[in-house]
């Protein structure tokens, strides 16, 4: 069926994105942490869609670049006046929409009884504490080495011992 191809292929992209840009796994574990905390936040259904359309954004933009990325490395490896510029706008573009999702970020949460539920639930639970710190640790080696650094490593330690 075409859809599911067509989608396969949009999948594909995103995948690659989320392999070789450092960035991109950045702004994914960002996305997962506000979600997963923004159960303590006062949350409407019309600030979730201001908070997934920033999202949306955020992350296309970051496609975006990669895309201006690699055409320009495939059209000009060396040194070009062009390439940069090009390059520098499409990061440009990132960080507006980065910048300006800080600013969505701080008018949807900043709401100090949230925080301090956020704190009360980690007294309450210290087992979360533990929960949260693996979290951080796995998020960073994602972050790091991507899902083909993890892969590798895990296929490196399978292999047989050469003598
Ligand atoms: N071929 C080139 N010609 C001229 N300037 C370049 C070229 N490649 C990179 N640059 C300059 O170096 C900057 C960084 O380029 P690079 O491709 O390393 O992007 P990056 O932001 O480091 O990418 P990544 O998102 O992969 O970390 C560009 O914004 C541009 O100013």
Redesign the pocket.
């Known amino acids: 069926m075409r859809f599911v191809k067509s989608l396969k292929y949009a999948l594909r992209g995103i995948v690659y994105c989320i392999n070789n840009?450092?960035?991109m796994r950045i702004h994914t574990v960002a996305v997962l942490y506000v979600l997963a905390f923004s159960p303590f936040f006062e949350m409407s259904r019309a600030r979730y869609a201001i908070l997934l359309v920033t999202f949306a954004l955020v992350l296309m933009a970051e496609t975006f670049?990669?895309v201006a990325?690699e055409l320009?490395?495939l059209v000009?490896?060396?040194?070009?006046?062009v390439?940069?510029i090009v390059?520098?706008m499409a990061?440009g573009g990132v960080l507006i929409c980065a910048g300006f999702a800080v600013g969505v970020g701080v008018c949807l949460f900043w709401q100090p009884a949230a925080f301090l539920r956020i704190w009360r639930y980690f007294l309450d639970n210290p087992a979360m504490i533990a929960v949260l710190l693996a979290s951080i640790a796995l998020a960073l080696v994602y972050i790091l080495a991507g899902p083909l650094g993890i892969r590798d490593f895990f296929r490196k330690k399978k292999l047989p011992r050469t003598p």
Do not use: G, I, L, W
Not at 76 to 81: E, G, L, Q, V
């Open positions: 840009e450092r960035n670049n990669t990325e320009c490395d000009a490896p060396s040194f070009h006046p390439v940069r390059k520098d990061a």
